[in-house]
Structure formats: structure tokens, C-alpha cells
């Protein structure tokens, strides 16, 4: 079993991070991406990785996706300040596609080597949920076999004890919310069910 790093607070283990160069996503990012919110927040909110905004910035969910999680964090009656705020890893990275690059998803050696930082926010914010957000994070948290269209807004409960519930990427309901509004009228309606039960749940 790998040893734990010792760090006395998480500001110790954010300083740290900011260093690492544990995998291959290190090479591509401007800065390492840290969590963000409240450090005693009873709801962590986890997506898959940082955007190119989030690179830029600094911060999960900046640009647009971050003002539309902002408003449905509003809608369910808390806001960042109130939450945690964390990706499974922690640099933005991107692959060369047809159409030029993009965005590259997390490989598994990628996730395992960002898990201690996973495994420490989680162990000094201590929430009681977690609301992973986009099929990659809830597989990373609940299981490999998550499946989002079928599981979307139900709750396990870890091995820690803490329940998670997995649902929608609020960018990707925004990307259809843009291309195709009609579509996206339920699926807003769905995520800001899952988040609503999640504040609820952190609350109880
Ligand atoms: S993604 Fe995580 S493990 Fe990889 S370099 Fe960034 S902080 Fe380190």
C-alpha cells in the first residue's frame, strides 16, 4: 500500500501539488489546478479535469460552464462559497484530433497518480457528499462500471461512508443548451434535480 504524504493543512497540500509532476499532464499545463470553496463545505462537487479557462485561470469552473454552474448552484440555493469545488486530475491537457486539438480525457494512470491529491482534499475537507459531474468522474469515484444514463441521480455510498450521486457535465448540458435548446430544457431540469438533492443531502 503506497504511504500517504504527511501535510498539516490543505493550503500544505495545495502548495505542494503545484509542483507535481506525477504524470504526463504536467508537460501540457500552464498550472496545476487546485480545488476550491469552502474547506469545511459537507458537499464536494468533482468534474473530470480542468478546462483551457481553468488553466488560464487558475480555478475550476471558470468561463462560461462556471457561470452556468453558478446558476444552478443559485437555483439550488448555495454558491461556491458554501461548496469544495475539484477534479480528478488537476492539469489540463489536449490531443491532436481531425479537427485540430482538444481537450484530452483522463488515462487511468493519469487518475490513480492525481488520486493522492484526490484522496487528501478529501481527508481535510471531510465532506459528507459528493456530487461527481460527467460520467468519467462518477466512474473514478463509484466504479469503473458507472453508467451515467442509467445510474444518473442515484446515491451509493462509499467505503468511507461518504454518499456520492453521479450526473450530468453541467458544460456539456450548456454545449446543448447552445446547439440544441430544445434538448437541453430537461436535461437542466435533471442536473439541477441532482444538485438540489445533493445540496439537500449535505444539509440533513
Ligand atoms: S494531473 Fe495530477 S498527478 Fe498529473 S501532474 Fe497534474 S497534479 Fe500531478
Redesign the pocket.
Known amino acids: 500500500m503506497m504511504q500517504m504524504p504527511f501535510y498539516a493543512s490543505l493550503e500544505e497540500v495545495r502548495s505542494a501539488?503545484t509542483a507535481?509532476?506525477?504524470?504526463r499532464?504536467?508537460r501540457q499545463?500552464s498550472r496545476?489546478v487546485a480545488g476550491s470553496g469552502s474547506v469545511t463545505a459537507n458537499l464536494m462537487l468533482v468534474a473530470e479535469y480542468p478546462s483551457q479557462r481553468d488553466d488560464r485561470t487558475g480555478e475550476p469552473f471558470s468561463g462560461p460552464a462556471g457561470d452556468y454552474l453558478d446558476e444552478l448552484l443559485c437555483a439550488a440555493g448555495t454558491d461556491r462559497s458554501q461548496i469544495y469545488i475539484t477534479n480528478i486530475?488537476?492539469?489540463y491537457a489536449t490531443e491532436t484530433g481531425r479537427a485540430g486539438d482538444r481537450i484530452r480525457s483522463a488515462t487511468k494512470r493519469?487518475r490513480d497518480?492525481?488520486g493522492v491529491?484526490m484522496d487528501l482534499e478529501l481527508q481535510f475537507v471531510d465532506p459528507t457528499v459528493i456530487l461527481a459531474v460527467g460520467a468519467p468522474a462518477a466512474a473514478a469515484l463509484i466504479g469503473d462500471d458507472f453508467q451515467l444514463t442509467q445510474q444518473r441521480g442515484r446515491w451509493f455510498q462509499r467505503a468511507d461512508g461518504r454518499w456520492i450521486m453521479g450526473t450530468m457535465q453541467p458544460a456539456y448540458v450548456l454545449r446543448m443548451r447552445t446547439h440544441e435548446p430544445k434538448r437541453a430544457v430537461p436535461l437542466h431540469q435533471l442536473v439541477l434535480d441532482d444538485i438540489r438533492a445533493a445540496v439537500s443531502r449535505s444539509q440533513g
Open positions: 501539488a507535481c509532476q506525477a504524470c499532464r504536467a499545463r496545476m486530475v488537476r492539469c493519469e497518480a492525481c491529491w
